[in-house]
């Protein structure tokens, strides 16, 4: 005896609705396999700029070679407050030029340096420099002992080298920072200078310190 025939329509109403489901089951998985949704990989962040408090100075060893091509400008453009966006001017210097050092007459130097400025004038402005002769442990040691501290006061760490010799000095309007000490037989220097009305001696101490492990690390 044949079916019923209200019965034949409903089997096909389910066999129907299963291959639909089925179909959009098979959809979902393709476009679940699309590049489309696939998750962005995360940009690499990039890493910290070093600061004095944090570097081991004392385990570099630098060159007694020209390095201001190698200091990071955005290390420059931090230390002199400019912006990133902004490029100060670098006048750099070799053993055997005379150059003005800031005490107003030119002299014969024996290293190897570099000035940077933003071009206006003003007395904020960096510098980092490096004698050329090698530079024993017991002439570093002469060096901290010779060098001026009228108007300054000595800073606590951290250090610059060893022997080191940090100082924050008051000059015509302005206040400069001073980092200098032995790296391996180098005697690096570095300073930071800033106006006293806009810049507190706290904010330029801290900004000299990110400075100096800028020129400690482009150096090495």
């Known amino acids: 005896m044949s079916p019923h025939p209200s019965s034949r329509p409903r089997r096909r109403s389910v066999t129907a609705s299963a291959a639909a489901v089925a179909a959009a089951v098979l959809l979902a998985g393709l476009a679940g396999c699309s590049g489309d949704?696939?998750?962005?990989?995360?940009?690499?962040?990039?890493?910290?700029?070093?600061?004095?408090?944090?570097?081991?100075?004392?385990?570099?060893?630098?060159?007694?070679?020209?390095?201001?091509?190698?200091?990071?400008?955005?290390?420059?453009?931090?230390?002199?407050g400019t912006g990133e966006d902004s490029e100060a001017q670098a006048a750099p210097y070799s053993s055997g030029d005379a150059v003005d050092l800031g005490t107003g007459e030119e002299r014969l130097v024996h290293e190897l340096g570099c000035r940077w400025g933003d071009g206006a004038a003003s007395p904020a402005g960096a510098a980092a420099w490096v004698f050329v002769p090698p530079v024993p442990p017991a002439d570093a040691e002469e060096y901290v002992a010779a060098t001026p501290t009228d108007g300054c006061n000595v800073l606590e760490g951290p250090a610059f080298g060893a022997p080191t010799?940090?100082?924050?000095?008051?000059?015509?309007?302005?206040?400069?920072?001073?980092?200098?000490?032995?790296?391996?037989?180098?005697?690096?220097t570095c300073t930071l200078t800033a106006p006293t009305a806009t810049t507190s001696a706290e904010e330029l101490v801290e900004r000299a310190g990110a400075w100096c492990a800028a020129v400690a690390v482009a150096a090495s």
């Open 165 to 188: 010799l940090a100082l924050a000095c008051a000059l015509d309007g302005a206040t400069e920072v001073s980092f200098r000490g032995l790296f391996g037989d180098a005697w690096l």
């Open 37 to 80: 949704d696939e998750p962005e990989e995360a940009a690499p962040t990039a890493a910290p700029p070093p600061v004095l408090t944090d570097l081991d100075t004392t385990a570099l060893v630098v060159e007694r070679a020209s390095f201001c091509d190698d200091v990071d400008p955005a290390a420059v453009a931090a230390a002199l």
